[in-house]
């Protein structure tokens, strides 16, 4: 078994699904039912043991500085391709701390702590049974491994969630794998991408199981306004 030792957080993006809402905002710092997103995250990370948290920021980099207030032992990164270059830029900038880590996103609501349990036993993604159409990334999984993920979705597989474990072995692979795709040029794509599609026989994924009702993410206006109503006046024509 392994132990996660350290989080990164990604929260540099411009959330522009969520417009105008996020003109102001950084979407990881907006409120759902009370609560800021990247909140949820930090929370559960301590509830877990999880006190090394290295977080990206971009877009509004400024505004974060409420976050750092709040957990002053965060370790802010500032990501400053976030406005030309896909989160791959993200996780290139953080590289060095992929090591026994969790990477998750700063904009999604994590409702069961227990789900970023730091007991592991291989590298991969937390993942949901999904049996009805999705169009989200569907994984196909024998024996407990990832044997091939379809980014369009599918019927009856795995969904795949913004939370991952890498083990220091695979987190050396993942480091060289990002760093290469980056500094070839390969910006314009997520950081997924890396271990998922472009270098997939380099690992060996696994998954880890949750509900989905364990967490929540929020990816536009409409998602958001279907959990906390009091966004309506952000949606058009409203």
């Known amino acids: 078994m392994h132990t996660i030792k350290r989080a990164i957080i990604l929260a540099a993006g411009k959330g522009n699904r969520m417009r ?40 509004l980099k400024e505004k974060f500085s409420v976050i750092k207030d709040k957990y002053p032992e965060v370790d802010i990164i500032e990501n400053p391709y976030y406005d030309y270059c896909n989160n791959i830029s993200s996780l290139y900038v953080a590289r ?3 090591d026994d880590t969790i ?14 349990g730091v007991e592991y036993e291989r590298s991969g993604y937390n993942a949901v049974k999904w049996n009805s159409p999705t169009e989200e990334w569907l994984m196909e999984v024998k024996d407990g491994i990832v044997r091939s993920c379809s980014r369009t979705g599918g019927t009856n597989g795995w969904r795949l969630y913004s ?3 890498w083990t220091r072995e695979d987190g050396q692979k993942l480091q060289a794998d990002v760093e290469y795709e980056f500094e070839r040029g390969n910006t314009d794509i997520y950081w997924d991408d890396v271990a998922m599609f472009l ?14 009702t364990d967490i929540i993410e929020i990816d536009s206006i409409d998602e ?9 006046q952000y949606k058009e024509g409203i």
């Open 20 to 59: 105008p809402l996020t003109d102001q905002i950084p979407k990881p710092l907006v409120e759902v039912n009370g609560i800021r997103m990247i909140d949820s995250v930090i929370e559960a990370l301590h509830k877990n043991g999880i006190y090394e948290i290295h977080i990206v920021v971009g877009y």
């Open 199 to 212: 270098h997939f026989d380099s690992y060996s994924l696994g998954i880890h199981e949750m509900k989905e």
């Open 96 to 98: 060095k701390h992929i």
């Open 103 to 116: 990477i998750l996103d700063g904009d999604q609501m994590i409702y069961d702590p227990a789900i970023l």
């Open 224 to 232: 958001l306004i279907a959990i906390d109503d009091r966004y309506k």
């Open 163 to 165: 939370v991952s474990r």
